[in-house]
């Protein structure tokens, strides 16, 4: 990562990242004027950061008119980048003195930033975005316009961020093969199964049995199937997240009198367990079933386990034969927005009322989830920027309206390990509480720890 100390001489904070004053960074020219707090005023502490010095500095421009705007471009290559812009208001002692527009790539990320206004002096104030830097591009362009007084900055930060693919919808023509649907979709032939005790079925292919509850040029989807003698199981190659599993039956075997209770079994997602199932019983025989039920993943597999019902002695019972005619899987978007009027992106204020053990973790989940990026043809339309601002800690975690606040504390054994609170107001979010419990989270690997904040903390 880049690292600038505007004004500064450079140091090495906390987490052993270089600080490099901004006169020394090469190929970096800095702009406006220096200024330090000294003698007397050299150790005047800084609220809600570790790194005070940082914030001990700064530049600041003076222009008037065609002039107003205090522009800096830091160097880098081709790519996607965290940018964090960090301020302190440390000579003005009132609102509306200082006022200025924040820009990165020519997104407006903060209108009217009044450092003063939101944090007070002698606090720390860090504006988070995402920026793109493109082939024919060669820096990462801060703008800072002028509206009231002096505009300044103490630090820049600028870290790459790791592009991940869209995630592409998983169409699984369980037991069959390859298979476009009267939607478009393609299924793929039948994979990522286990393969003991599974065994692939298809109906005669002089069959014309239709299947009830599904379009005609869908029946070749259901006349295969994935059957097991025991328990059926897939692991679906997914990254960490969140999905929609939907699961696809009918069945084509067993049919009239008699035939409700030849086949229950218990469906487990990510071994979460949903009532058990009787295909014959819900819809008769070939009619389709679709049943849906959410996937939390960790660990970067899905695992959709089918089960028959188990003797005393826990072993499966003879018979029963859990079976599968397709599987989809989607990635869960967000559904409520917060209200947002303007045309250049959407920015949030995450409140961090952390403990010290997560500030790192925290970092990092704004920096995960802020990954948006600037359409090249239209300059306006910009993406999601976070402003963070660290508060004292606050396990109660009482809402903030317009603010999104996350805490910490040891809330004991609840059936939750993380936990979001949104309320909502005239169809917009009005706030929400992200709580990371404690009790279990501090006995959890780190990667729990991250899984759980970015979920939690992004989750509405």
């Known amino acids: 990562g880049i690292f600038i100390d505007c004004g500064g001489e450079g140091f090495i904070d906390q987490d052993g990242n270089e600080w490099i004053g901004d006169e020394y960074l090469a190929g970096y020219v800095p702009v406006g004027s220096r200024y ?31 002039d107003a ?32 527009d924040v820009y990165v790539q020519n997104d407006e990320v903060y209108k009217a930033l009044d450092i003063y206004s939101l944090v007070g002096k002698n606090t720390a104030l860090t504006i988070t975005s995402a920026a793109r830097v493109f082939e024919n591009e060669e820096t990462i362009d801060i703008r800072l ?21 869209e995630f592409e919808p998983v169409y ?8 476009r649907d009267s939607q478009g979709r393609r299924w793929s032939e039948d994979q990522y199964f286990d393969p003991q005790w599974s065994r692939p079925f298809s109906l005669s292919s002089t069959s014309q049995r239709t299947i009830k509850n599904t379009d005609p040029q869908d029946y070749e989807l ?74 939390f993943v960790t660990d970067g597999s899905l695992t959709i386990t089918l089960e028959p019902p188990k003797r005393a002695d826990g072993s499966y019972q003879s018979g029963q034969y859990p079976k599968l005619s397709a599987i989809e899987v989607q990635e869960v978007n967000e559904v409520y927005q917060w209200n947002n009027f303007g045309r250049n992106g959407l920015t949030l204020v995450i409140m961090d009322a952390l403990t010290n053990k997560w500030s790192d973790i925290f970092q990092g989940a704004v920096s ?3 990954r948006g990026r600037r359409d090249s043809d239209n300059e306006s339309s910009g993406s999601l920027n976070l402003l963070t601002i660290e508060i004292p800690p606050d396990s109660a975690c009482l809402p903030i309206p317009g603010r999104i606040k996350v805490c910490n504390g040891d809330y004991g054994q ?16 009005k706030n929400s509480v992200a709580r990371m419990n404690d009790y279990y989270l501090s006995r959890s690997t780190l990667e729990q720890q991250k899984y759980a904040m970015c979920h939690e903390m992004g989750k509405f």
């Open 222 to 295: 259901y006349r295969t199937e994935r059957y097991s003698t025991r328990a059926l199981q897939y692991d679906i190659p997914v990254p960490r997240g969140t999905y929609k599993v939907s699961l696809y039956f009918a069945e084509v075997y067993y049919s009239g009198a008699g035939s409700v209770g030849k086949r229950v079994f218990d469906v487990l997602i990510e071994g979460s367990s949903s009532d058990k199932i009787d295909i014959y019983r819900e819809v008769g025989a070939n009619a389709l079933l679709k049943v849906d039920a959410p996937g």
């Open 414 to 429: 609840t059936s939750w390990v993380g936990l979001n609170t949104v309320t909502l107001q005239d169809g917009f979010i």
């Open 36 to 66: 330090v707090l000294r003698g007397s005023k050299a150790d005047t502490p800084i609220s809600g950061t570790k790194n005070d010095s940082l914030y001990r500095s700064e530049r600041w421009y003076s222009g008037f008119g065609n």
């Open 368 to 370: 995960s989830w802020n």
């Open 145 to 165: 316009d002028r509206v009231d007084q002096n505009q300044k900055i103490s630090g820049i930060e600028i870290r790459p961020i790791l592009e991940v693919e």
């Open 69 to 100: 705007f205090m522009e800096i471009k830091v160097p880098v290559a081709p790519g996607l980048y965290d940018v964090r812009l960090h301020f302190a208001e440390i000579f003005f002692e009132q609102v509306d003195t200082r006022v200025f």
């Open 172 to 179: 699984i023509n369980c037991g069959g093969g390859a298979f």
